[in-house]
């Protein structure tokens, strides 16, 4: 069973950048689909984006178009989000989370995430 860790979120003013860091552990991620989801309070966890297990797709949701990417290093095991012009709705738990499915050749967003990360606290102020 993989064991994920996320790191790198914060405290940031509007505009502002972070990137955030999913270090897995218990199994290599290399043949695995990755996404990152988020939950605001009071909301329900949401899809932000997922990285194909080749790196080669990679599918946003629409209002982090063009300021958030993600990216992996399956040497390093791990996968990253770098978060350009954050906006307070931005402003959530963010989790990582890798696919059940071993070279899932489907849309990520449909890969099946069994397991998840402890989260990691992302807060910018307006």
């Known amino acids: 069973q993989v064991q994920l860790v996320e790191s790198g979120g914060g405290l940031v003013q509007a505009g502002g950048s972070l990137r955030l860091s999913c270090s897995a552990s218990?199994?290599?991620?290399?043949?695995?689909?990755m996404g990152w989801f988020r939950q605001a309070p009071g909301k329900e966890r949401e899809f932000v984006v997922c990285i194909s297990w080749s790196g080669g797709n990679t599918y946003y949701r629409d209002s982090v178009k063009g300021r958030f990417t993600i990216s992996r290093d399956n040497a390093k095991n791990s996968v990253y989000l770098q978060m350009n012009s954050l906006k307070p709705e931005d402003t959530a738990v963010y989790y990582c989370a890798a696919s059940d499915r071993a070279y899932f050749t489907g849309d990520c967003r449909g890969s099946g995430y069994g397991a998840w990360g402890q989260g990691t606290q992302v807060t910018v102020s307006s």
């Open positions: 218990g199994r290599t991620i290399g043949s695995y689909a």
